[in-house]
C-alpha cells in the first residue's frame, strides 16, 4: 500500500509502500512491482529501492517514460492508499554493505541514482568511514533526483555532477555526454582499488564501465546495472 508520496522532478516521484512481510533490504537491491488489469492482464517491471535497512518497506523513486506501460501510471495516478503487489527485495550483486571498508566510485545517469542513493544513505546511517564519490549525469539540475540530500555537507561523499543537456550557469564543464576526464576527476585512481557501482541506461552503464577500463581499473571490481534501453 502507498503510504506517502514525494514529488522529485517534473517526471519522477518517490513512492513509500508498505510491503507486509518483506525482509529489510541492502542498499543496491530492488522489488518487482506487477500490475493487474480488471481483465487479469498483468504487468511486471524491477525498480531499485531509494533506501535500504527498513523492514515491511519499499521505498522507490519512478521515472515517468513516455509512452511506457508502467510508469507513468505508478507516477500519475498512484494514490496514498492504492494497493499494488510488490516482491523482493530481489539481488545479491549490486549492493554495498556497511562491512566494505574499500573506497567507492559510485557512477549515476539518470534515474540510476536511485539504488546508488540507497547506498550514500546506508553508509551513512552504519556511520560507515568507507570513502564514496559519486559522478552523477543528468540532463539538466530540474531532472536531479534527491538534490537537496545530496548537496548537504556529507564528509566522505564526493559529488561531481555532470549535465548533459543544460549546464546550469556556473558549470565547472559544458552541457555534454560523461567523459574519461569526468570519471577520471571524480573518481578514484585504480591504485586505490576502489569497488565501482554503474548504473543507468544500458548505453550510459557499457560507456562508463568502458572509461574505468581504459583508466586501469580492474574489471572484476566494476559492478553494473542496467535499466534498460539508452535513452
Ligand atoms: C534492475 C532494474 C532496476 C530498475 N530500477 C528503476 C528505478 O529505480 N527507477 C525507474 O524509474 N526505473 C527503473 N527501472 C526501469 C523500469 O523497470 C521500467 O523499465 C521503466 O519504468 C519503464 O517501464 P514502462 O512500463 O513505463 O515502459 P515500457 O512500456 O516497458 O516501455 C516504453 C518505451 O520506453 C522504452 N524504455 C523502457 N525502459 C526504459 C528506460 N529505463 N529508459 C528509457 N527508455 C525506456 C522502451 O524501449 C519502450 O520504447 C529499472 C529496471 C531494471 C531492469
Redesign the pocket.
Known amino acids: 500500500m502507498v503510504l506517502a508520496r514525494r514529488t522529485e522532478t517534473a517526471t ?1 516521484v518517490t513512492l513509500l509502500l508498505h510491503v507486509e512481510g518483506q525482509p529489510a533490504a541492502t542498499a543496491g537491491q ?1 522489488v518487482e ?1 506487477r500490475l493487474t488489469a480488471e481483465d487479469g492482464y498483468t ?1 511486471d ?6 533506501r535500504a535497512g527498513e523492514p515491511d518497506r519499499a521505498e ?15 507516477v500519475d495516478e498512484l494514490e496514498i492508499g492504492s494497493e499494488l503487489q510488490v516482491r523482493g527485495p ?2 545479491g550483486w ?1 549492493v554495498w554493505r556497511p562491512d566494505q571498508t574499500e573506497p567507492v566510485l559510485l557512477v549515476a545517469g ?3 541514482i ?2 546508488l542513493m540507497a547506498m550514500v544513505r546506508a553508509r551513512r546511517e552504519a556511520g560507515s568511514k568507507a570513502p564514496f564519490r559519486l559522478v552523477y549525469s543528468v540532463r539538466s539540475r530540474e531532472e536531479m533526483f534527491y538534490r537537496s540530500e545530496l548537496r548537504m555537507p556529507d564528509p566522505g561523499v564526493d559529488v561531481t555532477e555532470v549535465y548533459t543537456r543544460e549546464a546550469p550557469e556556473g558549470s565547472r564543464r559544458p552541457a555534454g555526454r560523461l567523459t574519461v576526464a569526468d570519471v577520471n576527476t571524480g573518481g578514484w585512481p585504480p591504485d586505490f582499488a576502489p569497488t565501482a557501482y554503474i ?1 543507468g ?1 544500458t548505453g550510459f552503464v557499457e560507456s562508463a564501465a568502458d572509461m574505468l577500463l581504459a583508466l586501469g581499473h580492474d574489471a572484476r571490481r566494476i559492478r553494473t ?7
Open positions: 519522477a530492488r512491482i504487468a517491471r524491477e525498480y531499485s529501492l531509494a522507490i523513486t519512478v521515472q515517468a517514460i513516455d509512452g511506457g506501460e508502467v510508469s507513468p501510471f505508478l530481489i539481488g549490486f539518470g534515474s540510476g536511485v539504488p548504473c541506461p546495472e542496467r535499466f534498460g534501453p539508452t535513452s
